[in-house]
């Protein structure tokens, strides 16, 4: 994982990985297993992925925003914060969908996830990302 962040300290960052490793440890259910998954195959799909930790919850940035990592007592939701610009060819997308900018995964008790489609969606995300800031 890379180490840089904009504004962004180091400590700053292994803090923010700190913060996450203890709500997944903290939910001890499926939801911080989902939780889990979902960060490891962020990582895999995009290995300069920068963790943060804010409103509470985990945040997963390359050159802004990818998506945060909320949980709730029946879902675990990613939620992209530039969704709406995304191609989702496997329809992962799932909530939050009226709006003009963000879009979401519920991820219920039970479901699969997708892996292939989900690391499409994130790469396209970072892809989006990066070309706005060149």
Known sequence: MKKEAIGAKDG???????????????LSDWRGETLA?????????DPDVVEEWKWRVPVWSHAGI?????????AVKMTFAKGASLEDPSRLFNASLEGNTRRAIDVHEGDE???????????AAVTFNTSRTT
């Open 12 to 26: 700053e960052i292994e803090e923010a990985s700190s913060l996450i490793d203890a709500r997944i440890k903290e």
């Open 37 to 45: 998954k979902v960060r490891a195959l962020i990582r895999q799909a």
């Open 66 to 74: 990818i998506c945060t990592g909320e949980t709730y007592k029946n």
């Open 113 to 123: 996830i997708d892996e292939e489609a989900l690391k499409v969606l994130i790469n």
